[in-house]
C-alpha cells in the first residue's frame, strides 16, 4: 500500500484543518487506518484510528473531542478532521496502514505495515 497524505499547514490556534491520506497498491478496505504524529526531536505517537469498515474509532486522550477520523473506501481515503487546534498539536502528521488496528492503538511503531511520508501542522498562538 503506497500512502501520500496532504493537508497540513499553518493554522492559528483555535482554527481547524483536514488531513487526507489517499491510499493505492493493495485493497484498502482490508487495513485499519490511523494518524500518528511526531513533534520535532521527539517520538511518534498514536494520535487515532479506524477500522477497516468504518465503524470502530479510537483517539488518544489528548484529541478526544477535538479530533475526527473517518474513511471512504470507495475513494481508498482516511480523513482527519482537526478543529480547536493548540499549538501542542503542532507535528509531523502520519499515516498509517495495517491489517491489525491493535499495531496502531499501541503505539506499535516499528511493526506498522506501511507509512505514508509526513505532512507538517503548525499551530501558531
Known amino acids: 500500500v503506497q500512502l501520500q497524505a496532504s493537508g497540513g499547514g499553518l493554522v492559528q490556534a483555535g482554527g481547524s484543518l483536514r488531513l487526507s491520506c489517499a491510499a493505492s497498491g493493495r485493497t484498502f478496505s482490508n487495513y485499519a487506518m490511523g494518524w500518528f504524529r511526531q513533534a520535532p526531536g521527539k517520538g511518534r505517537y498514536f494520535v487515532t484510528a479506524i477500522g477497516s469498515d468504518g465503524v470502530s474509532t479510537y483517539y488518544a486522550d489528548s484529541v478526544k473531542g477535538r479530533f475526527t477520523i473517518s474513511r471512504d473506501n470507495a475513494k481508498n481515503t482516511v480523513y482527519l478532521q482537526m478543529n480547536s487546534l493548540k499549538t501542542e498539536d503542532t507535528a509531523f502528521y502520519y499515516c498509517?496502514?495495517?491489517?491489525?488496528?491493535?499495531?496502531?492503538?499501541?503505539?506499535?511503531?516499528?511493526?506498522?505495515?506501511?507509512w505514508g511520508k509526513g505532512t507538517l501542522v503548525t499551530v501558531s498562538s
Open positions: 498509517a496502514a495495517d491489517r491489525v488496528i491493535a499495531t496502531m492503538t499501541l503505539s506499535d511503531v516499528y511493526d506498522m505495515d506501511y
